[in-house]
């Protein structure tokens, strides 16, 4: 800072005088030696964001995130595979070897090629919806356990609220009760 030239000014008398407060100190500043703090100067820069920073927040905005971590309480069903682990097509014999598991989720209810979901149609108005979704966002469709009236994810077949199961009266299997009310294992209507 330059302090070899100096300039005087007078201050207008309509300005008014600012009085120092009682316990105010003058520094002289040849006896300055150092700074303490200079607020704003001292804060770390914020750090970087981890690289799934976003992917993780995305996640916390997501509404079917909670049944996505409790899917095993909530016993979402794969809607391709239907949780046999094969192939609905045929039955897991396959043509050229033997496939244990469905060829197009491997029994996931994931697409192997993109990682994205596969999608089921909403009861309703046959709109495709995520297996994890409780609300069709075309028609509006809450569903919902028929027992306690919590919300449930569309391939849901155990509610954690409650914990009533959703099986077939014929074959005894659990089945989506939301998606579907005729069992995906044996077809026998289930109203």
């Not at 909670?66 to 069903?77: L, V």
């Not at 994205?116 to 919902?144: D, N, W, Y």
């Not at 306690?148 to 959703?166: D, I, N, Q, Y």
Request: glycine share 4%.
């Amino acid at each position: 800072m330059e302090f070899s030239v100096t300039v005087n000014f007078e201050v207008p008398e309509e300005a008014g005088v600012i009085e120092p407060s009682l316990d105010a100190k003058t520094y002289d500043m040849d006896e300055v030696t150092e700074t303490i703090k200079v607020e704003g100067f001292d804060l770390k820069e914020p750090l970087k964001p981890a690289k799934d920073a976003e992917r993780k927040a995305l996640e916390r905005a997501d509404p079917t995130a909670d049944y996505k971590r409790n899917r095993e309480s909530y016993g979402i069903m794969c809607p391709i595979c239907k949780d046999t682990k094969k192939c609905q097509a045929c039955k897991g014999r396959g043509r050229v070897k033997l496939f244990f598991k469905c060829k197009v989720c491997l029994g996931t209810g994931t697409c192997q090629d993109c990682d994205r979901e596969i999608e089921v149609h909403c009861p309703q108005c046959q709109e495709p919806i995520s297996k994890f979704a409780s609300t069709c966002t075309k028609c509006g469709l809450l569903m919902t356990c028929p027992v306690c009236g919590s919300a449930l994810p569309a391939m849901a077949t155990k509610c954690m609220m409650c914990h009533a199961e959703f099986k077939c009266r014929m074959c005894k299997k659990p089945y989506p009760r939301q998606y579907t009310w005729k069992c995906p294992h044996c077809h026998h209507w289930n109203e």
